[in-house]
């Protein structure tokens, strides 16, 4: 028989071949140390990019941009639940963006008696106090009408063509007729296409029209029959002429047709008390601006002598167009 050999004993140390579980922990540990580090070098390095600067993605719009949004404020309702006024859990409460989803186009006449009375000065600085309160998510555009009718701005985010609205602005002069079923008809052409083709989903679409004078054509345009009255006008070397031409609310009526999309037609009539041919054309014209306006008239349609008012109409409108009842929930 073989002897039994007695064990030997180690040193403690491993037998030759073997691997020591540390160190295999060790080399995961290194390899996904390796994997953040390139992973944080892909994405733009160790340090906090911001995402709407230099160093932000290239292609992408800003990720958020406060001026872009309305001050949001939580507004209670009163008497929704009997009394309980600490538990607000099914309280109704009323979110107020003023703007975030709005969309205002402005219509404006900028027919020669504009010059007259400061009216066009005013007219330019209650614009300037309008688009003070507006935010880089309402939508805004405008068109202007005398001998004829153009488009200024087109309707786009205002935080796009803000300084094309300031340049518009400052660009308006008075001069020609008051060509206003033209500028009707434009108006009602940029909005149509904004609206049929869901440009601005969910927004509202309102339309502020701004005029100090009746419906007119060149007297060499003028038929026999296109006056629906005549008025003398020590300003003009003839006749002021309200020509049904140019009535925007004679059938096929445009002003219809533009509320008939949803639009809400706000109108502002600026007349000077100091012409005689205006203080005779104003039933006429005030007639005409109420049945184009939105109901109920008395928060769409204005009066404003030579502008004086201008601003607090267009707070008034402001605050009619940003009504916090239209976005509405519960918690």
Known sequence: MRAIQPIQKTSGKPFRGSKSPGVGYLWVLFGMIIAIAAGTLLSGGFLPVDPNGPGGPPTLEPYFDP???GKQEILITPGNFDGQETNLQLKTFMVNTC???TAVDFLIDTSGSMQFDNKMNR???ALRFFTDNLIGKSVIGMQ???AEAKEVVPLRYYKDVKEDVSKAIEDLKPGG???TRDGFNLAKGKLAAAITSNKYPDYRYALIVI???IPEIPPAEQQPDSCIIKVPDANLTG?????KEQDPTRAPSVANDIKNMGVDVYTVNIYSDTFPSDRAMLPYLEAL???SASQPTDTHYYNSINGDNLQEIFDNVISNICDPEAQMGSF
């Open 67 to 69: 001026a872009d949004y």
């Open 99 to 101: 703007g975030q989803k």
């Open 123 to 125: 007219t330019k600085e």
């Open 144 to 146: 202007t009408f005398s």
């Open 177 to 179: 007729n008051t060509v």
């Open 211 to 213: 005029t100090d004078g």
């Open 239 to 243: 006749d002021r002429c309200f020509a």
């Open 289 to 291: 601006l109420k049945e």
